[in-house]
């Protein structure tokens, strides 16, 4: 009976460690092609299967909080470079959010697409208080939209828009 209140103990311990060490709080910065600086945090897995995966995560510049996607597969560029269409969200308040396209860029060669996509203010406060439960991407041509249901890291864009949040907060506090 005691081994097993401490391997209980140990199994929570290690649960809470791995919560903090995936704290979506490391902010770090790149200079973008226009010269402007973004902050960012590092993209997140949020689905994988054998024929498709989504990774992405939140990034600003000070003063706009964007979403950034890496879909997995993507079209070539000119055809990529055609996807202008919103981006849905379905939060786990039940709620479909629209997120307007801002920008499509190739790098390492073509061989990375990520799209961004600008969070409007108004849905600041559901996107920092809600998980992401679904992601609708207009792929065009024959494929169409392409759906993404989160089964990975549902609550990370909810962390990181906070995280930077409460840097900004913290920074005017100073």
């Known amino acids: 009976m005691n081994y097993r209140l401490k391997y209980t103990a140990l199994l929570l311990g290690l649960l809470t ?12 910065n790149r200079v973008s092609a226009d010269g402007s600086m973004m902050y960012y945090v590092e993209p997140v897995n949020f689905y994988w299967t054998k024929t498709k995966s989504l990774t992405g ?18 079209p070539e560029e000119p055809i990529g470079n055609k996807l202008k ?22 790098i390492h060669k073509d061989t ?19 998980e992401v439960i679904e992601a609708k991407i207009n792929m ?20 990181q828009l906070n995280c930077f949040i409460n840097d900004e907060k913290e920074k005017k506090n100073k």
């Open 57 to 74: 995560g939140i990034v600003t510049d000070k003063e706009n909080y964007f979403l950034e996607l890496l879909p997995i597969p993507f």
């Open 17 to 28: 460690v791995s919560t903090h060490l995936y704290s979506q709080c490391e902010i770090l």
């Open 140 to 159: 065009l041509g024959e494929e169409g939209v392409r759906s993404y249901m989160f089964k990975l890291h549902k609550a990370a864009l909810k962390e």
């Open 85 to 106: 269409e919103e981006l849905e969200l379905k939060l786990s308040d039940g709620n479909t959010y629209r997120l307007e396209h801002f920008d499509t860029r190739y």
């Open 112 to 130: 990375v697409m990520t799209i961004l996509y600008l969070i409007d203010k108004k849905d600041l406060d559901p996107m920092t208080n809600f």
